[in-house]
Structures are given as structure tokens and as C-alpha cells.
């Protein structure tokens, strides 16, 4: 099974509203990063947390980290219909060096 | 900077045939991983390469194969090819050191007919 596995599978919001991404995992980690993808093409980093930090910002991208639970989450405030794209945590494991591991990914759609 | 680039965008093969996808990485990034996304699913990991070494490999047949050239680019190879190594093809690079984002290219489109 997937070391990641995010929640929902699918997102469905108006504009304007926040959006919310849970993402969770199996093993101890170094490192816990964010990605989008647009329509099957490259994805593109977002934010990385280390297993130290609990919270960090970028833009209107909040990211929480929770290593006791071994979750985290991806806020977007104030979504744009340009925010549409499927969202994907990774893993960096603890001992598997740069290597990361996706999760299943978050469908999101924002509406006008 | 240029991007990290794959070529070629698309390919069509026959089941059988091998082929061959390319990826020129950032400049001054060292690692070099290999992804293979099916339609709908997610990304699973096939191969890292970093200073022209395999350091890791993912739960794919022998099939698969790559390397990494002194200039850090890297080729995948997949012989033998079957329907189901339909996909798109990632290519990311990185820094070799932990605790650094990945870099994608927009990926290589293989069909297999």
C-alpha cells in the first residue's frame, strides 16, 4: 500500500472558499513535501516541512505536521479557479535519503 | 535556468518493442528519479541516480532499466514492452543531499499498442 494516502480523493469548492487536504503516512520521516499537477503534466513543488516543524506558510498555502498522528494537512485560502489541479503529498523516509514517496493525490475543482 | 526536459513528449510503441525516454536535469542538481504515473493513479517509484550511480529502485521488473551520464542526465529503458507500461513517464531532479524539493519535467507519454 501507499505510504501516503491523501483525504478526500476528490474536492469540489466555489471560489473564494478555503480548501482543505489531509495526507497521511506509514513510517517515520525526515521530511514531508507538497506538490500540484495540472491536467497530467510535470508537477511542481509547493512547500516542504521538516519533521521538526509543525507549521509553514507560503503565499495562501498553510502546512501542518503532526508526527505524533502521522498526518498532515494542505490549506489553500481563498481558492482561484487557476488553484483547480490534483495535489500530492511525498515522503522523504528517515534513512531513504532524497527519495520521495508519493501519495495517492487530492482531485481538487474550484468553481466560479 | 532551463527546466529539467524530456524527449521525447510522446511515443507509441508495439508490445514487444523496448523504448527508450530521456531527461536532462537542472543544472547543478546532481539526483536524477524516474516515475511512472498510470492514467488516474498515482506516482510510483521506479529508479534514482545520483553522481552515475543507482541508489535506489523501485518494485518493478528487470525490464526497467537506466543510467546516469557524467553530464547527470539519465536515460530509462523499457524492454519488452507490455500494454500495461502505458503511462506517463516523470522524470525529477534534485540536489543530491536530503531536505531539497524535486524539480519535474512535463514527462514522457508512452503508449503501448
Known amino acids: 500500500s501507499q505510504q501516503g494516502e491523501e483525504d478526500p480523493q476528490a474536492l469540489s469548492i466555489q471560489e473564494g472558499e478555503n480548501a482543505t487536504m489531509n495526507c497521511s503516512y506509514k513510517t517515520s520521516i525526515n521530511n514531508l513535501q507538497w506538490y500540484r499537477q495540472n491536467s497530467g503534466r510535470g508537477l511542481v513543488h509547493l512547500i516542504l516541512?521538516?519533521?521538526?516543524?509543525r507549521e509553514k506558510h507560503s503565499g495562501r498555502l498553510r502546512v501542518t505536521l503532526d508526527t505524533s498522528k502521522k498526518s498532515s494537512s494542505l490549506l489553500i485560502t481563498a481558492s482561484r479557479a487557476a488553484d483547480t489541479a490534483s495535489y500530492f503529498c511525498?515522503?522523504?523516509?528517515?534513512?531513504?535519503?532524497?527519495?520521495?514517496?508519493f501519495g495517492t493525490g487530492t482531485q481538487l475543482k474550484v468553481e466560479l | 535556468e532551463a527546466g529539467v526536459t524530456q524527449s521525447p513528449t510522446h511515443l507509441i510503441k508495439t508490445r514487444g518493442q523496448q523504448a527508450t525516454l530521456r531527461c536532462s536535469p537542472i543544472?547543478?542538481?546532481?539526483?536524477v528519479y524516474w516515475y511512472q504515473q498510470a492514467l488516474g493513479l498515482g506516482l510510483q517509484f521506479l529508479l534514482w541516480?545520483?553522481?552515475?550511480?543507482?541508489?535506489n529502485r523501485g518494485n518493478f521488473p528487470p525490464r526497467f532499466s537506466g543510467r546516469q551520464f557524467p553530464n547527470y542526465s539519465s536515460e530509462l529503458n523499457v524492454n519488452a514492452l507490455e500494454l500495461e507500461d502505458s503511462a506517463l513517464y516523470l522524470c525529477?531532479?534534485?540536489?543530491?543531499?536530503?531536505?531539497?524539493?524535486?524539480?519535474f519535467g512535463s514527462g514522457t507519454r508512452l503508449t503501448v499498442v
Open positions: 543544472s547543478g542538481h546532481t539526483s
Open positions: 516541512i521538516r519533521s521538526n516543524e
Open positions: 511525498a515522503t522523504a523516509i528517515t534513512g531513504g535519503g532524497n527519495k520521495l514517496t
Open positions: 541516480y545520483d553522481e552515475g550511480e543507482e541508489r
Open positions: 525529477a531532479s534534485s540536489r543530491g543531499q536530503e531536505g531539497y524539493g524535486y524539480t
